[in-house]
């Protein structure tokens, strides 16, 4: 069984898109998914299958949260494996040892275009740094995130793809998540 991971996209935050998590569990096993788990309460799922992953799951996920619990949102879908490649591929390690809640990963629906990876960057205005590897963004914030300018909404705009973010903290324990759930 594949191990997945799935982030919802603006989940739980600023009393926007409520849903409990338990819903989205109770979901998942009724899709024929094993062991599902879910991390704090903003859309972060861990869970088994034998379904291929990428845009198919996705699209399934997204259809049936908007028919089973009326819950529009978008679902960005990884698989154990390809986390850890996310984690191993970071190319901020110093500030993920030294401020982790600083450092945030973006998963993108799809890879954005040089030219607008190119463009965003042009645009920052402050001290945050912006690297894009394929269908993921990594971003500094070493004045805080609170006060940047830089949001999801604008790297969303900048990058011309949607997008879902987590912290480093939490990307690590999606991660031992997962582990967990592939033993």
Request: aromatic share 4%; proline share 3%.
């Amino acid at each position: 069984m594949t191990v997945f991971i799935a982030l919802l996209r603006g989940v739980n935050v600023g009393g926007h898109r409520k849903i409990a998590m338990a819903d989205l569990r109770a979901m998942l096993e009724g899709l024929g998914f094993a062991e599902a788990r879910s991390l704090l309460n903003s859309g972060n799922l861990v869970f088994r299958g034998e379904r291929e992953g990428g845009r198919a799951l996705e699209g399934l996920l997204e259809r049936e949260a908007a028919e089973r619990l009326d819950l529009h949102t978008d679902f960005l879908v990884r698989t154990a494996d390809e986390w850890s490649e996310i984690i191993a591929s970071n190319p901020f390690p110093d500030e993920a040892a030294r401020d982790p809640g600083h450092l945030v990963v973006m998963a993108l629906k799809e890879g954005p275009s040089e030219a607008a990876v190119t463009a965003l960057r042009a645009a920052i205005k402050g001290d945050e740094v912006v690297r894009v590897a394929g269908e993921t963004a990594y971003i500094t914030y070493p004045d805080g995130i609170g006060r940047s300018k830089l949001t999801n909404a604008r790297i969303e705009d900048g990058l011309g793809v949607r997008g879902t973010a987590r912290n480093w903290n939490t990307v690590r324990k999606l991660d031992e998540l997962a582990a967990a759930a592939g033993n």
